[in-house]
């Protein structure tokens, strides 16, 4: 079988009504974990990330539950650990850093990870690729209609009801769930296209703005930071791009830094990329309200934080600390 690149989402602020899509919506849990495309053939099967990059190695309990359980196919879905209470991102940071070997297999055993199906896209040399979504789930179901259980392989939920999508993010969102994915009912599945939609479950928090990059006098991006349990302040994420006015009005409440200040003179790379960036360091006077999704490690973001506006009324010293790792 030939490579298919996994179809892809863009952000979207609002959910949609049922009626924005073409057919009508379909909403599904956006999970916190791995994509995935799992394939199986005649002689075995495997898993590939969303840049098809092989990870059969590194979650083999998952590649050999794709060969036990589902016939010839291939399958697009999110690999997810369960802690029994909720979504745990970390242990599959855990896995990935193993990149097989017999770490990964001690892991599997102790940490096993589940692969959460979402979509067919082939099935026993059958391309699914330009048939609707309706028909792809129904065959999806099909599929699993024959699949034992227990199993490392689930079928995804998915509703046409809106009110039952925001039931689910109400009761999943403490759990580790990041929001929604939305696809239209009679959409075909287009390999690396932006052709669904997510929504992001968010909050607000307050956090020390200790960095920027561009220049104090017109910043571009925020470098956010709160303090740990040993008074250390820590570099927990980046805001997204400022709008113009938002970059003027914030230009006049920050100052460079002096020597002594803690972070050091490159950004870590972002999540996925292996780039460091190069930031101006301020004063960590500055306290402002940000827009962050869920998908967090111990108040880390894993995603640029949005700004909402400065906290005149709060210093850093009110600013709740990070949690010890």
């Known amino acids: 079988m030939a490579r298919i690149e996994p179809m892809l989402a863009k952000l979207v602020e609002k959910i949609p009504e049922p009626g924005a899509c073409r057919g009508g919506c379909r909403y599904e849990p956006k999970l916190d974990g ?3 495309l799992g394939t199986v053939a005649e002689r075995g099967a495997g898993l590939t990330s969303r840049t098809g990059k092989s990870l059969s190695a590194v979650f083999p309990e998952v590649r050999d539950a794709l060969f036990d359980r589902l016939p010839e196919c291939t399958v697009d879905g999110e690999i997810v650990h369960w802690t029994g209470q909720r979504f745990d991102f970390n242990a599959l940071l855990r896995r990935n850093a193993t ?3 017999w770490r990964a297999l001690e892991l599997a055993a102790q940490e096993p990870a589940y692969l959460i199906v979402f979509d067919l896209l082939e099935i026993q040399g059958e391309s699914l690729l ?10 999806l179901e099909e599929v699993f209609a024959d699949v034992p259980r ?12 809106v009110e039952v999508a925001r039931e689910w993010v109400e009761a999943l969102g403490p759990l580790g769930v990041e929001g929604l994915v939305i696809k239209a009912a009679d959409g075909a599945y287009t390999p690396a296209k932006r052709g669904w939609s997510k929504w992001r479950i968010r909050d607000t928090i307050d956090v020390i703005v200790g960095g920027v ?3 104090a006098t017109s910043p571009r991006e925020l470098v956010l930071g709160r303090y740990d349990t040993a008074g250390r302040l820590v570099i927990v994420g980046r805001s997204t791009p400022l709008r113009t006015a938002e970059a003027a009005d914030l230009a006049g409440r920050l100052h460079p830094a002096g020597p002594h200040h803690p972070w050091p003179e490159t950004l870590p790379p972002r999540w996925g990329s292996r780039t460091r960036t190069r930031y101006v360091r301020v004063r960590p006077e500055l306290v402002v309200e940000v827009s962050a999704d869920v998908a967090q490690d111990q108040g880390r973001m894993r995603h640029p934080a949005r700004y909402v506006r400065p906290r005149n009324d709060v210093g850093p010293e009110d600013v709740p600390v990070v949690p010890e790792r």
């Open 34 to 36: 791995f994509r995935a």
């Open 99 to 101: 990149r097989g070997g």
């Open 150 to 161: 227990p199993s490392l392989i689930q079928l995804g939920m998915q509703t046409a009801d």
């Open 213 to 215: 990059t561009g220049k």
């Open 130 to 139: 330009r048939r609707p979504l309706t028909e792809r789930r129904g065959r």
